[in-house]
């Protein structure tokens, strides 16, 4: 039998990042005393807090109290800062979100922002203090200037192992096989109904654009039949269906997918 696993628990299981237990608040998130008790405390957007447990009925453990899940996103957090290096590269948000702006300067009009885990190509660099980077669009073209120091380059792809990836729909859970053994059960979310069929996997772009507002939507995989599976760092409601992409995982899911699967790989969608 395979391990249900939330998604906090992917720290345990997807390599090769050292990670931490934290928390990104994805918006303004009111702690309780205890589960579905009284309001102590909030906590501001994108700040970060340890995550002490995970309760079987969506809730967050911290020092102060208890926020419901859906409102942090667990963070992988790299043990080293990250290094200044020369474009071209992709790139991964560590710190909880990146500010990209019309020009190298923080009062500068805000072009987008991008949350911890999101992906995107660096094609230029003005060093200074602060440094910036110049990132990407979809399309390769500029999108806007962003300080580097929340930004670190991606790891090289693995090499591809034999997994065979199973959708449930209607439990809104991936199921990730090897050798014909189920190794990890995950939540993820449904944006769309999906054709139930066997389809090869294909990697896509490492980072890119599924909307106006969202930029930098990290490892992308193709799917048969027009599909695409990714990773959201917009919210953390794995096991609903949410509006966007056809398959959304949490980005740590996402990279080892991407990095490890390849495109020898299958998904059987039920």
Not at 119 to 126: F, G, K, P, T, Y
Not at 218 to 225: A, E, F, K, T, V
């Amino acid at each position: 039998m395979g391990v249900q696993v939330d998604p906090m628990q992917l720290f345990h299981i997807v390599p090769p990042i050292p990670v931490t237990h934290m928390g990104r608040a994805l918006a303004a998130t009111p702690v309780l005393r205890s589960p579905n008790t009284a309001v102590i405390a909030h906590l501001w957007p994108d700040s970060v807090v340890p995550i002490q447990a995970s309760t079987t009925d969506g809730w967050y453990k911290l020092a102060e109290g208890y926020v419901l899940k859906s409102a942090l996103q667990p963070m992988a957090l790299a043990e080293t800062p990250p290094q200044v290096e020369q474009p071209t590269f992709w790139a991964e948000v560590t710190a909880p979100a990146a500010a990209v702006r019309q020009f190298c300067a923080v009062d500068a009009p805000l072009v987008t922002r991008i949350g911890h885990g999101g992906v995107a190509q660096v094609i230029d660099l003005l060093p200074g203090e602060p440094s910036w980077y110049g990132v990407a669009d979809e399309n390769g073209a500029l999108l806007g200037w962003t300080q580097t120091v929340h930004w670190r380059r991606v790891e090289d792809i693995h090499d591809a192992a034999p997994y065979h990836l199973e959708i449930d729909q209607q439990r809104q859970i991936l199921t990730i096989y090897q050798n014909q053994i189920a190794g990890l059960r995950a939540p993820i979310s449904i944006g769309k109904p999906l054709t139930p069929g066997i389809y090869p996997l294909q990697r896509g772009s490492m980072g890119s654009g599924i909307s106006e507002n969202f930029h930098g939507v990290p490892w992308q995989i193709h799917i048969g039949g027009g599909y695409n599976l990714n990773g959201v760092y917009w919210h953390n409601q794995f096991g609903s269906a949410m509006p966007g992409s056809a398959v959304q995982v949490t980005p740590i899911l996402a990279r080892w997918l991407y990095q490890s699967i390849g495109d020898n790989g299958f998904v059987t969608i039920v």
